[in-house]
T-cell receptor, first 117, second 112 residues
Framework: GAVVSQHPSRVICKSGTSVKIECRSL??????MFWYRQFPKQSLMLMAT?????????EQGVEKDKFLINHASLTLSTLTVTSAHPEDSSFYIC?????????????FGSGTQLSVL | GENVEQHPSTLSVQEGDSAVIKCTYS??????FPWYKQELGKGPQLIID?????GEKKDQRIAVTLNKTAKHFSLHITETQPEDSAVYFC???????????FGSGTRLQVQP
């Protein structure tokens, strides 16, 4: 399958700081990337959808000013958690798809465990 | 919007036995149904998928069946091995949306 690289895998930060997470498609052009959030022992909840070169579409209840998403190229999307607080601690996972390379299949990165102190 | 229900939440089987996980979806316009395996601290890994124009698909020990009339689909793992132990998620994609909606997950434990 296609390879999606995400880093960092783990980050610990102080409350009030900002954290950037990168998601790269290594062997295909990702026309669409998705960002999910997962709490312990729970399912994946979609946060936002981003298409290369356009603004991200956020799910209801997700603060766009808190979770800044940039998809400036066909191989890179970033999620910045601004002014992080302990309640933002979670596992963040990106995924990507791109025609025709992935045939609309969705491949996931390895996830980023964010811990806000 | 799309809603996906998954059962059971936990499943324990003996090595060599079969495991079956079932999901139902709400939107009849859904047309794509993948299954993912997630190990602790890692991202989900696509293991098999099926589109709405197919009733069954098999890949070695893994198979997926789809019943469009009843709006449910199932994952079948035969000859289970300890390395199959993980959390499995079903998902569905509604025809008018590119993102996936996930089920709540099934924690599979294969006892050696």
């Amino acid at each position: 399958g296609a390879v999606v690289s995400q880093h960092p895998s783990r980050v610990i930060c102080k409350s009030g700081t900002s954290v950037k997470i990168e998601c790269r498609s290594l062997d295909f052009q990702a026309t669409t990337m998705f960002w999910y959030r997962q709490f312990p022992k729970q399912s994946l909840m979609l946060m936002a959808t981003s298409n290369e070169g356009s603004k991200a579409t956020y799910e209801q209840g997700v603060e766009k000013d808190k979770f800044l998403i940039n998809h400036a190229s066909l191989t890179l999307s970033t999620l910045t958690v601004t002014s992080a607080h302990p309640e933002d601690s979670s596992f963040y996972i990106c995924s990507a798809s791109g025609q025709p390379a992935t045939n609309e299949k969705l491949f996931f990165g390895s996830g980023t465990q964010l811990s806000v102190l | 919007g799309e809603n996906v229900e998954q059962h059971p939440s936990t499943l324990s089987v003996q090595e060599g036995d079969s495991a079956v996980i079932k999901c139902t979806y709400s939107d009849s316009a859904s047309n794509y149904f993948p299954w993912y395996k997630q190990e602790l601290g890692k991202g989900p890994q696509l293991i098999i998928d099926i589109r709405s124009n197919v009733g069954e698909k098999k890949d070695q020990r893994i198979a997926v069946t789809l019943n469009k009339t009843a709006k449910h689909f199932s994952l079948h793992i035969t000859e289970t091995q300890p390395e199959d132990s993980a959390v499995y998620f079903c998902a569905a994609r509604w025809a008018g949306r590119r993102a996936l909606t996930f089920g709540s997950g099934t924690r599979l434990q294969v006892q050696p």
